[in-house]
């Protein structure tokens, strides 16, 4: 079976057992002050397999199948069975490490949710097929004019510093996605782009 579908399964359990389960969550969130008070070092991978409902599940699960199983046979033929484990979870730990230093001694900020590890799943899949279409919002364009898109709108809702929506994870899990890619293949930033100055490739 694939990681990806094992990771979203396992994703999906979690998530649906902690709905209902408020001590569960309470034990998975990311929440600062256990990490530096109580060293519970886990919870900077744990906080991405707890969501705040099922839209937020959903969005993030269903991104992750349609990009993941292509940027799994990338990291499996490169680094073995478990590259793409290891790619998913440095992007957890990579893209919610900004926002624990930030938040480490206050006991009111909590964040849950995949979307860092997925932001590193889209933009590695990026690196790949820049002018691959995509749907979002039912609206279809090109992969790589999402990425600007998504880029722009992330520095500026993190700069605002508004709403429940932590934009700091998915654009260090954006940067982690790109960053990890090129370290374990090189030849992939030529590829990249060369691909862009072809628009009418796939």
Known sequence: MPI?????????????????????????ILWPPAITRQREYHRLVTYGVVHADFGHLLFNMFTLFFFGRAVEGFFTARLG?????????????????PTYLKNRDNPNYRSLGASGGVSAVLFAYILFAPWSQIIVLVVPMPAIVYAMLYTGYSIYMDRRGQGNVNHSAHLWGAAYGVAFTLLVSPRVLPYFLNALMHPGSR
């Open 81 to 97: 069975t478990l590259g793409f484990v290891l790619f998913y979870i440095g992007a957890l730990v990579v893209s919610i490490l």
């Open 4 to 28: 990806t579908l094992v990771i979203i399964a396992i994703t999906g359990i979690v998530s649906f057992m902690a709905f209902k389960n408020a001590r569960l969550m309470n034990d998975l």
